[in-house]
Nanobody, 121 residues
Framework: QVQLVESGGGLVQAGGSLRLSCAAS????????MGWYRQAPGKQRELVAI???????NYPDSVKGRFTISRDNAKNTVYLQMNNLKPEDTAIYYC???????????????WGQGTQVTVSS
């Protein structure tokens, strides 16, 4: 019913930049919060950035000042601009979204398939 498709991952040198995109499609009525998470090998998945439907954002200290989350509500798309990347940013990055579909009153969290980001030193 709903798909989230990420793009934009890849290999970059330390200090470089990448921009991730995540487009939601399907029987979407509305989208509340959208976010980015990451999971490095042997570690738990962690929040990277979150943005509300009104545009308020929140970041953990580890990425604050380097990462910027934004969204285009007309396109049901969320972006993550990552600058000054560090080797410790290497992980699989997942987007998620809190979505209400047309046939339901309650919302549900949907996840993308993940995109690999590798930062070399």
């Amino acid at each position: 019913q709903v798909q989230l498709v990420e793009s934009g991952g890849g290999l970059v040198q330390a200090g470089g930049s990448l921009r991730l995109s995540c487009a939601a499609s399907g029987m979407i009525y509305s989208i509340n919060d959208m976010g980015w998470y990451r999971q490095a090998p042997g570690k738990q998945r962690e929040l990277v950035a979150i943005i509300t439907s009104g545009g308020s954002t929140n970041y953990p200290d580890s990425v604050k000042g380097r990462f910027t989350i934004s969204r285009d509500n007309a396109k049901n798309t969320v972006y993550l601009q990552m600058n000054n990347l560090k080797p410790e940013d290497t992980a699989i990055y997942y987007c998620n979204a809190d979505i209400r579909i047309h046939s339901r009153v309650v919302t549900q969290i949907y996840w993308g398939q993940g995109t690999q980001v590798t930062v070399s030193s």
